[in-house]
């Protein structure tokens, strides 16, 4: 069955870095553009990134261009969200989804200090 799994979430000082990747297993990953979507602490999910099927295109959220970068690995199925200059708002759950309507279970960040 499709299955979407996040992982790379963790705890990280104002300024650091994580990188998040996506598995995906049971679709055609290199056939579907994929999203990473948050949800920060009693707020609702907000849009961060999406990447077209062969990865040569990408598309971000106003509160992360230029600190964020998304890439995926067809021949792995696995999707990236390179994380820097971290800040306490981009504390969230992050979730991969696919263009097909699937997510996966979130990766939990926290930036703090």
């Known amino acids: 069955q499709v299955q979407l799994v996040e992982s790379g979430g963790g705890l990280v000082q104002p300024g650091g870095s994580l990188r998040l990747s996506c598995a995906a297993s049971g679709f055609t990953f290199s056939s579907y553009y994929m999203s990473w979507v948050r949800q920060a602490p009693g707020k609702g999910l907000e849009w961060v990134s999406e990447?077209?099927?062969?990865?040569?295109?990408?598309y971000y959220a106003d509160s992360v261009k230029g600190r964020f970068t998304a890439s995926r690995d067809n021949a792995k199925n696995t999707l990236y969200l390179q994380m820097n200059s971290l800040k306490p708002e981009d504390t969230a759950l992050y979730y991969c989804?696919?263009?097909?309507?699937?997510w996966g279970q979130g990766t939990q960040v926290t930036v703090s200090s």
């Open positions: 990447i077209n099927s062969g990865g040569d295109n990408t």
């Open positions: 989804a696919a263009s097909h309507g699937s």
